[in-house]
Nanobody, 115 residues
Framework: QVQLVESGGGLVQPGGSLRLSCAAS????????MGWYRQAPGKQRALVAA???????TYADSVKGRFTLSRDNAKNTVFLQMNSLKPEDTAVYYC?????????WGQGTQVTVSS
């Protein structure tokens, strides 16, 4: 059974915006640190942003000021609002949930920034 369901990826022009979402199982979301990672071809998977069960957030330096991570506890969903997108943001984006008992990953969603 899929436990992290991602959506929102696609093709966008430079300077445009895109919002990714990740819906988690309630049992996971209630205790998890939620985050987004990305992996470009030939590169290591890297943290983009993460948020605790509170509102404490962390961002990669490359996306600070452009991306915003938030969570909707009522919907067990996290959102990654991506603004001012650049071609170098092109990657597969993966939702991640870290719980005391496991580390979960979504299937990945492709984000392509191109003219």
């Amino acid at each position: 059974q899929v436990q992290l369901v991602e959506s929102g990826g696609g093709l966008v022009q430079p300077g445009g915006s895109l919002r990714l979402s990740c819906a988690a199982s309630r049992s996971i979301f209630s205790v998890a640190r939620m985050g987004w990672y990305r992996q470009a071809p030939g590169k290591q998977r890297a943290l983009v942003a993460a948020i605790t069960s509170g509102i404490t957030t962390t961002y990669a330096d490359s996306v600070k000021g452009r991306f915003t991570l938030s969570r909707d506890n009522a919907k067990n969903t996290v959102f990654l609002q991506m603004n001012s997108l650049k071609p170098e943001d092109t990657a597969v984006y993966y939702c991640n949930a870290v719980t005391p008992w496991n580390n979960y990953w979504g299937q990945g969603t492709q984000v392509t920034v191109s003219s």
